[in-house]
């Protein structure tokens, strides 16, 4: 209310409330980029984190989904330089001007291509923040569909060129986080501190 004063609260105590005012357009109107839900959110798995830039809307997922598998296969740059907008203004929020010294991705895997869709999005993310892209491990071309369960089947992370002191790992999409973890455990070990970035991760109602 207008002249009300208002109260601090202790952190702890604080209640944190989702924005419920946001109009849901209808699925045919949204595409892809205007049904997902633009919530970053830190995401963890064992000892890795990653910071997720979007969120699948629960009533529009299944669309988003083929909607995503058809992006994948059609890699149209507008779409693709969109979302590395996107990503590459939340990386500038938390690091600053200088992000890092280079950016990184997930080897592609289940496209069967060199020229991925999360490669794409990484060195897209890399021209919008001027930051050199440097692809640390190769391809790792594999068939089947992607799920934890395969993920052991594949051959280890195979190292082509070295890291640099400070990388952005990025990637589109996280579901379990096994590869975000898998590819930030390895850059770490090699000596680069890393961020994991990715644009879709988790769902809301």
């Given at each position: 209310?207008?002249?009300?004063?208002?109260?601090?609260?202790?952190?702890?105590?604080?209640?944190?409330?989702?924005?419920?005012?946001?109009?849901?357009?209808?699925?045919?109107?949204?595409?892809?980029?205007?049904?997902?839900?633009?919530?970053?959110?830190v995401?963890?798995?064992?000892?890795?984190?990653?910071?997720?830039?979007?969120?699948w809307?629960?009533?529009a997922?299944?669309?988003?989904?083929?909607?995503?598998?058809?992006?994948?296969?059609e890699?149209?740059p507008?779409?693709?330089?969109n979302?590395?907008?996107?990503?590459?203004?939340l990386?500038?929020?938390?690091h600053?001007?200088r992000?890092?010294?280079?950016?990184?991705?997930?080897?592609?895997?289940?496209?069967?291509r060199?020229?991925?869709?999360?490669k794409?999005?990484?060195?897209?993310?890399?021209?919008?923040?001027?930051?050199?892209?440097?692809?640390?491990?190769?391809?790792?071309?594999?068939?089947?569909?992607?799920?934890?369960?395969?993920?052991r089947?594949?051959?280890?992370?195979?190292?082509?060129?070295?890291?640099?002191?400070?990388?952005?790992?990025?990637?589109?999409?996280?579901?379990?986080?096994?590869?975000?973890?898998?590819?930030?455990?390895?850059l770490?070990?090699?000596?680069?501190?890393?961020?994991?970035?990715?644009?879709i991760?988790?769902?809301?109602?």
């Amino acid at each position: 209310m207008p002249g009300e004063m208002l109260e601090f609260v202790e952190f702890g105590q604080a209640t944190f409330r989702a924005v419920a005012s946001e109009a849901e357009r209808p699925r045919e109107e949204a595409g892809l980029l205007g049904s997902l839900v633009y919530r970053p959110t830190v995401f963890r798995r064992n000892h890795v984190g990653w910071i997720a830039a979007c969120a699948w809307r629960t009533r529009a997922k299944a669309d988003d989904i083929v909607a995503l598998k058809r992006a994948k296969r059609e890699l149209d740059p507008g779409l693709i330089d969109n979302i590395a907008e996107s990503v590459a203004a939340l990386v500038l929020q938390l690091h600053g001007c200088r992000a890092a010294d280079a950016i990184t991705t997930v080897p592609c895997g289940h496209s069967r291509r060199p020229d991925c869709f999360g490669k794409r999005l990484a060195q897209a993310v890399g021209r919008s923040l001027g930051v050199q892209f440097l692809q640390v491990f190769a391809d790792r071309p594999c068939s089947g569909v992607s799920h934890p369960k395969e993920f052991r089947k594949l051959p280890p992370l195979r190292q082509i060129a070295d890291p640099v002191s400070s990388m952005i790992l990025v990637d589109d999409l996280a579901t379990s986080g096994w590869h975000v973890e898998e590819s930030v455990t390895a850059l770490r070990s090699l000596g680069a501190s890393t961020s994991g970035f990715v644009w879709i991760g988790g769902t809301v109602t």
